[in-house]
């Protein structure tokens, strides 16, 4: 259903210093990074597709967040939302919700919610129920 999600950014270097980490740490491998466009993807390592790209706007325009739009990334149990987290606040993210339980949504959502760099919203989260 996804190709693809673009966030735009703007310092590449600063970006690519808070992507890199997260996605390693969700189990993306890079598919390209080309630091000249400036740009860079992230794929699952069993599919080609979707991808998560960053990048400068290619309208050349600053970029710039809009109120209500969010990108959700899977991580594989609550340790690794857990973990996403850590590392996203880590390397320059800013808190927009610890990771927990939100049963507003479904029973076992397990998610953690916070801003990238440049003010992009993100979600790690889990579907499944606690291992045990």
Same mark, same amino acid.
């Given at each position: $259903?996804? @190709?693809?999600?673009?966030?735009?950014?703007?310092?590449? %270097? !600063?970006?690519?210093?808070?992507? #890199?980490?997260?996605?390693? %740490?969700?189990?993306? @491998?890079? =598919?390209?990074?080309?630091?000249?466009?400036?740009?860079?993807?992230?794929?699952? /390592?069993?599919?080609?597709?979707?991808?998560?790209?960053?990048? #400068? /706007?290619?309208?050349?325009?600053? @970029?710039?967040? *809009?109120? *209500?739009? $969010?990108?959700?990334?899977?991580?594989?149990? !609550?340790? *690794?939302? !857990?973990?996403?987290?850590?590392?996203?606040?880590?390397? *320059?993210?800013?808190?927009?919700?610890?990771?927990?339980?939100?049963?507003?949504?479904?029973?076992?959502?397990?998610?953690?919610?916070? !801003?990238? /760099?440049?003010?992009? =919203?993100?979600?790690?989260?889990?579907? %499944?129920?606690?291992?045990?």
């Amino acid at each position: $259903m996804i @190709s693809h999600v673009f966030l735009g950014i703007s310092d590449f %270097e !600063r970006a690519y210093a808070f992507y #890199a980490p997260l996605a390693a %740490e969700l189990g993306l @491998s890079l =598919k390209f990074c080309d630091p000249n466009k400036p740009w860079a993807a992230w794929m699952l /390592p069993t599919a080609p597709r979707p991808l998560l790209v960053i990048g #400068a /706007p290619f309208d050349g325009q600053p @970029s710039q967040t *809009g109120n *209500g739009q $969010m990108l959700a990334l899977l991580a594989n149990d !609550r340790e *690794g939302v !857990r973990n996403a987290y850590a590392v996203a606040l880590a390397h *320059g993210g800013t808190d927009e919700g610890p990771p927990g339980l939100r049963p507003q949504y479904h029973a076992d959502f397990y998610g953690a919610y916070f !801003r990238d /760099p440049d003010g992009n =919203k993100l979600c790690v989260c889990c579907h %499944e129920a606690e291992a045990g």
